[in-house]
């Protein structure tokens, strides 16, 4: 059974894992957004890919939630000493793949296959491609102005409330190679328990990856990211709450209207499944504390293609 995966960091790296833990890792491509990317000390960054691989690779920091474990930070503590660019936290284990993506991209070599080189050297068996090899940027709008995403998300700590969300490049950008064939191939689609508008959004805005959803043959089920209505981590329920006008399951589908069959959302969230329309409610626990947790969402959501 062929699954794919839409991603963003933290809360989809945790349940990519748990879907390549129950089925076999190479069935399992997963698409992940590239808004975040940011250039950090002359460095690309793509935060989101690291954390799947991270995650798939076990070296993730699962206290930290992001980054790896064992981490040191004495490279940015240099930097910071030395009144360099010290507002995104780097770390030196870290730096090492930043360094090897960025030479590559400045060789020539396009975002996808320098990805799938740092999966293989990792040991990834699962396959990750960026939605997009093209420049894509996540900007947020807010009432102090318009910001590219990190310097909103990190520099700003996501105080300002978000009015909206803008993709820079999306209208040219294409979908990495592979990325087609294998929303193609899928038996199953899945939407990772992400944040709807600024790690899912921007995978869909590249056009050729919401259209091959939109004319899907598959069941594609998305996982909410909220439990109680609120976000386990991160701004998605407050965004929910202005931008959707709510944190109900409903709010959440409706980010992927005409996109879902099913959605899984969690047992604190289920006395409100008014408005869901054509899409189907799957009632779970949702929190992903520790490993059992993970795959038991994760057989949860391949229930829709086992049962
Ligand atoms: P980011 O790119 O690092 O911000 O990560 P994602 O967008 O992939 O994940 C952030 C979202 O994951 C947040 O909205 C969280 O509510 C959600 N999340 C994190 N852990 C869990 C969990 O255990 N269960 C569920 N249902 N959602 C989670
Ligand atoms: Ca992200």
Redesign the pocket.
């Known amino acids: 059974m062929k699954i794919v995966i839409l ?8 349940f990519v894992r748990g879907v390549a833990e129950v089925v076999e890792p190479a069935d399992v491509t997963v698409i992940g ?1 590239v808004g ?1 990317d940011v250039e950090v000390l002359g460095m690309h960054v793509s ?2 890919l690291d ?1 799947i691989l991270y995650a798939l690779a076990g070296l993730n920091d699962e206290a930290r939630g ?1 980054g790896r474990s064992g981490e040191t930070w004495q490279t940015l503590e240099t930097v910071a000493a030395l009144g360099g660019e010290a507002w995104f936290s780097l770390g030196d284990r870290d730096l090492g793949l930043h360094l090897v993506r960025t030479q590559a991209l400045h060789a020539g070599q396009p975002l996808s296959a320098v990805t799938a080189r740092i999966a293989t050297a990792l040991g990834v068996q699962t396959r990750l491609l960026p939605a997009t090899d093209d420049r894509l940027r996540t900007w947020i709008d807010t009432a102090a102005g318009e910001f590219p995403f990190q310097e909103w998300f990190v520099g700003r700590g996501h105080r300002d409330e978000a009015e909206g969300v803008r993709f820079e490049g999306a209208e040219s950008a294409q979908p990495a190679p592979g990325v087609l064939e294998a929303i193609d191939a899928a038996n199953l689609l899945l939407i ?4 709807p508008y ?2 899912v959004e921007p995978i869909l805005a590249v056009t050729a990856i919401r259209e091959a959803l939109a004319q899907r043959r598959v069941p594609c089920v998305a ?5 109680g209505g609120r ?4 701004p ?2 407050r965004m929910l709450a202005r931008i959707a006008g709510g944190t109900s399951p409903r709010h959440v589908a409706g980010c992927y209207a005409g996109l879902i069959d099913s959605l899984v959302l ?1 047992e604190a969230d289920a006395d409100d499944l008014d408005g869901l329309g054509e899409v189907r409610p799957i009632v779970a626990h ?4 520790d490993a059992g ?2 795959r038991r ?1 994760a057989e949860t959501a391949l229930g829709v293609v086992r049962a």
């Open positions: 991603s963003g960091g933290v809360g989809g790296a945790r957004n975040d935060p989101d954390s992001w990772a328990p992400s944040n600024v790690s996982i909410s990211p909220l439990i976000a386990v981590k991160g998605a329920d969690d949702t929190l992903m504390s947790a993970r969402l």
